[in-house]
């Protein structure tokens, strides 16, 4: 027991589970957590400290853009990118390039130029050659090419670089986008050459139309290395279709990159929310998005267009009606999403906790991305075959046997003790020539219910009359104890509210958790009613019992 304790203590600090900056956290999983910055603004100690604390990973918001860096026909203004890679070398953090393609932000001597095809050709081949030979090793990746498809339907946009007049290739379809990406590679062959879009974040026609470039540019070897995810979501955005659209560019040997999120929400003339509500909804689609990057080992940056509500494009984009879509208010002070940020990467460190010994990938095969008590893992690595245990300490030090499923030399299947407290825990297989642990956390779900015909939907609990002639239901299932004291376990019986009279381990078998309840009077001999429990906020499955 000693042993273990020590163990789960030397890990947690190593793993820094305290850590409450965004930066800490993602650096603990080897994540890139960035934000788009203006060097105007290095001056505000408040904002310098945010963005150098916050933030591994800083993107130009507006300076590397051709208008601003290329301002004139012979003059480029390199300033102010440089202000940003030295505040990002000073405080040990990469450089996210945007943009070299992009129909807006051009300077006017382009637009203007009455230029030909191939001018224009000369023009951009000198401007992407410069400005990546300038930054070569102080910018590790480029959005190359910026919002190159329109809307609906899906295709090029007509504009300046394509087929107005264009640098050569109009009506050849992304030809001209992969010259672009040629002549980046050419200048820095080791910079990550990134396509970067809006409002193709999930799978849809424009992501459709943007993936079926990716795979005809891998198929060809055009130096493409990744997606650009934008996500300027707003609270009626949906984002069940992320995974798969990330998942279908790592299919392709692609990183993606999720590059400008932020989650506009109504606000009122004092710039406070319309809907209070609001800001925890934001949250919500602030905790998916990340929680759904790092599901994804080729999701490797997430970043924030901004940082706090103080500086953000929304307000002046949507003449006020909209704003407050970053993760800090404008006094810097963390909001729901930034909290929700932290939970996604603390619960993420379930998955990608550095191992000690030879584990290497411990997953849950729930799919939720969560060690969840009475849940059933997988734990990968070497040296496995001659596993005969699993033991798990919980935060409280206490150690107990999972119970093993299957067995092999680089994988283990087991079921973890029902009875875990969340929280940092400590897996350690025993039985091979030495002990190999990992840290790790588990969390509760949801408590869940049992049924006797193993649905999770069907029939459950004990009617019982006590000596006093109280009529009650004995419930059983996991996810109860340590959660929660019992005032904050709350149990209806067809939909009305039921007293409960205990929750806690079940005590006759190991790890069980019971809660008892009154059967409330007025539906006795009603039929089949719905069971529900709700534990510190969190619902349970629905069971049935005929009363
Ligand atoms: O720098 C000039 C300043 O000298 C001048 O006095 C002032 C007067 O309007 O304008 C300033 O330039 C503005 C610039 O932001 C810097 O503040 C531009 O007018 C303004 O159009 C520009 O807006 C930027 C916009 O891109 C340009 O289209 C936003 O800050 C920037 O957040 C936004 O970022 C884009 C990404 O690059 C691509 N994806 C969408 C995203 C949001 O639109």
Not at 226 to 250: E, V
Not at 356 to 377: M, R
Request: aromatic fraction near 8%.
């Amino acid at each position: 027991m000693t042993i273990h304790r020590t163990l789960l203590v030397a890990a947690l600090v190593a793993l820094g589970l305290e850590a409450q900056t965004l930066r800490e956290e993602a650096d603990r999983l080897g994540m890139l957590v960035g934000g788009a910055v203006d060097p105007e603004l290095f001056g505000q100690a408040a904002y310098a400290n945010a963005f150098a604390t916050q933030l591994n990973m800083l993107e130009p918001e507006n300076d590397m853009k051709f208008g601003v860096i290329h301002p004139s026909p012979t003059t480029y203004n390199f300033s102010p990118g440089d202000q940003i890679v030295a505040f990002a070398q000073t405080n040990g953090q990469k450089v996210r390039g945007h943009n070299l393609v992009w129909y807006q932000q051009i300077a006017p001597w382009v637009t203007g130029g009455n230029y030909t095809a191939s001018q224009l050709n000369q023009i951009l081949h000198d401007h992407i050659t410069t400005v990546v030979s300038h930054y070569a090793g102080q910018v590790f990746a480029w959005d190359v090419v910026n919002e190159a498809m329109s809307d609906s339907p899906p295709a090029l946009r007509s504009e300046v670089w394509y087929d107005s007049p264009g640098i050569g290739f109009a009506g050849q379809g992304t030809k001209y986008i992969e010259q672009a990406f040629v002549w980046a590679r050419a200048a820095d062959p080791n910079a990550l050459l990134f396509y970067n879009d809006y409002g193709a974040d999930v799978v849809n026609a424009k992501s459709n139309a943007i993936y079926a470039m990716a795979q005809d540019f891998r198929a060809r070897g055009v130096p493409l290395d990744g997606i650009g995810l934008q996500m300027h979501l707003s609270l009626s955005s949906d984002l069940s279709q992320l995974g798969p659209n990330i998942q279908r560019y790592i299919a392709l040997g692609l990183q993606v990159h999720i590059t400008e999120l932020d989650v506009q929400i109504p606000v009122k003339a004092n710039g406070t929310p319309v809907n209070p509500g609001d800001l925890q909804k934001q949250a919500t689609l602030y905790q998916a998005a990340l929680s759904t990057c790092l599901r994804y080992k080729g999701c490797t940056a997430f970043q924030t267009w901004g940082l706090t509500d103080k500086y953000s494009w929304i307000p002046g984009y949507t003449n006020g009606v909209d704003g407050l879509a970053l993760p800090l208010d404008a006094n810097y002070q963390p909001k729901p999403a930034f909290n929700a940020m932290i939970t996604a990467y603390q619960n993420a460190a379930v998955l990608n906790a550095p191992a000690t010994g030879g584990i290497s990938v411990i997953s849950a095969t729930g799919g939720t991305g969560l060690l969840a008590p009475g849940g059933l893992i997988s734990i990968y690595g070497s040296g496995l075959g001659n596993a005969s245990s699993v033991l798990v300490t919980d935060s409280s030090g206490t150690s107990r046997m999972a119970t093993l499923l299957y067995v092999s030399a680089t994988q283990v299947n087991c079921m973890l003790p029902a009875d875990l407290l969340p929280g940092p825990a400590m897996l350690s297989v025993n039985g091979g020539d030495s002990p190999v642990s990992v840290a790790t956390r588990t969390e509760t779900v949801a408590p869940g219910l049992f049924t006797a015909d193993g649905t999770g939907q069907g029939m459950a609990a004990a009617i019982t009359v006590d000596s006093g002639g109280t009529t009650y239901l004995e419930l059983f299932g996991t996810g109860i104890r340590g959660r929660s004291d019992i005032a904050n376990v709350h149990v209806t019986v067809g939909g009305v509210a039921a007293p409960v009279l205990y929750a806690g381990p079940q005590g006759q078998f190991y790890g069980l958790d019971q809660i008892n309840v009154v059967l409330p009077a007025s539906l006795i001999g009603t039929g089949s009613v719905n069971i529900e429990v709700e534990v510190d906020g969190r619902v349970s499955n629905v069971v049935q019992v005929v009363i």
